[in-house]
């Protein structure tokens, strides 16, 4: 099933299951959204490396769909490269990816790696911060990204009660809209 939710004038699609463009677009009958959001769930783990050589066609999946349905698509994925696993998003828009942002900060020091920044990206309504899973749990992320963007995406592995209560605060904190998913629902403001 597809989520709507109008955060700030941006207008966000979620789709909680696995990536399936036939379905997606199945359980939205005249899609029109500026971004289509799919959590962790949505595909297995991609190899960067077989993307890069042409042997993968999951992004390639991601990019010719957001060209299809004329949005710009932030999907939750688990990435590998050099055998370094990440957490990350892969955003897609007209036809092409457009970046793979990687979670910036490790907190529960875990063996996954890290990037190296908070990102923004502009929609065709507004400007979005993208906090990759435990990123939306450091204050200091929201005070680099919040001047910048109209609204923050934050997509995170799992489903943790603790996250959504900290967005909602450093969103009221800096008051910003959010749009928070996790691989059992979403929430949002404004």
């Known amino acids: 099933m597809v ?26 009958k005249d899609f029109e959204a500026n971004v289509l959001v799919c959590p962790f769930q949505a ?25 299809k349905i004329d949005s710009s698509i932030f999907c939750g994925i688990r990435t590998k490269i050099l055998d370094v ?17 990687d979670r910036a900060s490790n907190p529960f020091d875990d063996e996954l790696g890290t990037g190296n920044k908070i990102k923004v990206f502009a929609s065709k309504k507004g400007k979005i911060g993208l906090l990759v899973d435990a990123d939306c749990l450091i204050e200091n992320n929201w005070i680099k990204t919040a001047p910048y963007s109209d609204v923050i995406l934050c997509i995170n592995r799992g489903n943790s009660d603790f996250a959504r209560k900290e967005v909602r605060h450093y969103s009221n904190t800096y008051n910003i809209p959010y749009l928070y998913v996790d691989e059992v629902g979403l929430e949002w403001n404004r």
């Open 3 to 28: 989520n709507e939710a109008k955060v700030g004038d941006i207008t966000f699609k979620v789709w909680l299951g696995a990536f399936c463009p036939d379905a997606i677009l199945e359980g939205s």
């Open 43 to 67: 595909m297995r783990e991609v190899d960067l490396q077989e993307e890069i050589v042409g042997r993968g066609s999951n992004i390639k999946r991601l990019a010719e769909f957001s060209k």
């Open 85 to 101: 696993r990440h957490i990350s998003v892969a955003v897609c828009n007209k036809g092409r990816l457009v970046d793979i942002a």
